[in-house]
């Protein structure tokens, strides 16, 4: 059974290398893991707000 020490530490290491790490999608467009997460959660979000918005026939 994993310690919990060693398994904090496995996260914080995988937190700190997808905040680091660049991944190249074009020649103009290169973003990180969390810019990409929370690029798609914004996307969530205006589109969920956006049917709340709309008017009911």
Do not use: T
Not at 30 to 40: G, T
Request: no cysteine.
């Amino acid at each position: 059974m994993l310690e919990y020490s060693l398994l904090n530490w496995i996260l914080v290491v995988a937190l700190i290398v997808g905040a680091s790490v660049k991944v190249r999608w074009s020649e103009d467009r290169q973003s990180n893991v969390i810019d990409l997460f929370l690029e798609a959660y914004q996307i969530y979000y205006d589109s969920f707000y956006f049917v709340l918005n709309l008017p009911f026939p």
